[in-house]
């Protein structure tokens, strides 16, 4: 089992994502991503938030919004439980990544980008400012998105 944060810092209509490109055996190889990481001993879901995202962007945060919780099932790789995050405020200068290239990507254009298809599904909940806190179950098999569950709910798969 692991835990992680998943940020995305939100400016213009645009995210900050990651392509990750840099890592060797990365399961995200190629895929863009918010801005995150695995949990350190003894940290909050927000300790480890802050720090990925001063580690990976050079910024400090100073406004967030705690936005849900969810939990990969993988035939591949162990649990995880991902904190999601949306950042809408910040100080400091933006540094270049060790894990990949980051870029402001437009909010219309996120879904044309290679990413995991359950990341699509909570991208929407993010972008619309009046879903609560929500816990999504995302299941696969390999790279297939065999099943997803938002708040105890299945949803269709598309």
């Known amino acids: 089992m692991k835990m992680t944060t998943l940020c995305y810092l939100e400016k213009d ?11 060797e055996n990365d399961e995200n190889r190629d895929k863009w991503i918010g801005v995150g990481g695995k ?19 050079g910024l400090t945060v100073t406004a967030f919004q705690y936005r849900g919780i969810v939990t990969f099932v993988s035939d591949r790789y162990p649990t995880e439980y991902m904190h999601l995050f949306t950042v ?35 991208l929407e909940l993010i972008a619309n400012a009046a879903t609560p806190f929500f816990s999504l179950k995302l299941t696969y098999l390999g790279d297939t998105l065999t099943e997803a569950v938002l708040d105890g709910e299945t949803l269709a798969i598309s």
């Open 13 to 23: 209509g645009k995210y900050l994502m990651l392509h990750r490109t840099k890592k």
């Open 88 to 122: 809408t405020d910040w100080e400091g200068v933006e540094k270049e990544c060790d894990e990949g290239e980051l870029a402001w990507i437009e909010k219309e254009r996120l879904l044309t980008l290679p990413m995991w298809v359950g990341d699509r599904i909570f």
């Open 39 to 57: 949990f350190e001993d003894r940290e909050s879901p927000e300790d480890c938030m802050r720090r990925e995202i001063l580690e990976e962007t």
